[in-house]
């Protein structure tokens, strides 16, 4: 199993950012996939999930009505479009999935770091006021 996540970059307060993860070695268009970040000094947080379907996403309240997470299954790929950037939208990108195929989970779970199986390498995205 492989998450490439690339994307990340250096941009103004204000701005926006797309991400996207490449994945490969799993049924990708029936596994639950996510976003985390880890911001320099603090602990690592959930930002955004889609279930398997992709008919359900999940944002941490912190970004809601900013990022937008979506996946392309012809692509094999999950992307995070981030909008209205702050400062502390700093952070390594991580992107996640759930080995588990076409399951479904409370809200909650989706949120948890302990659901997911396969981390891929973070990438950095630095946003500057």
């Known amino acids: 199993v492989q998450l490439q996540a690339f994307g990340g970059g250096q941009v103004q307060a204000g701005d926006s950012l797309t991400l996207a993860c490449a994945a490969s070695?799993?049924?990708?268009?029936?596994?639950?996939m996510g976003w985390f970040r880890r911001a320099p000094g603090k602990e690592r947080e959930f930002v955004s999930a889609?279930?398997?379907?992709?008919?359900?996403?999940f944002y941490a309240d912190s970004v809601k009505g900013r990022f937008t997470t979506y996946k392309d299954n012809a692509k094999n790929t999950l992307y995070l479009q981030m909008s209205s950037l702050k400062p502390e939208d700093t952070a390594d990108y991580y992107c996640v999935a759930d080995k588990r195929r076409r399951t479904t989970y409370t809200g909650p779970q989706y949120k948890s770091s302990g659901l997911y199986n396969y981390w891929g390498q973070g990438t950095q995205v630095t946003v500057s006021s």
């Open positions: 889609i279930s398997w379907s992709g008919g359900s996403t």
């Open positions: 070695g799993f049924t990708f268009s029936e596994n639950v």
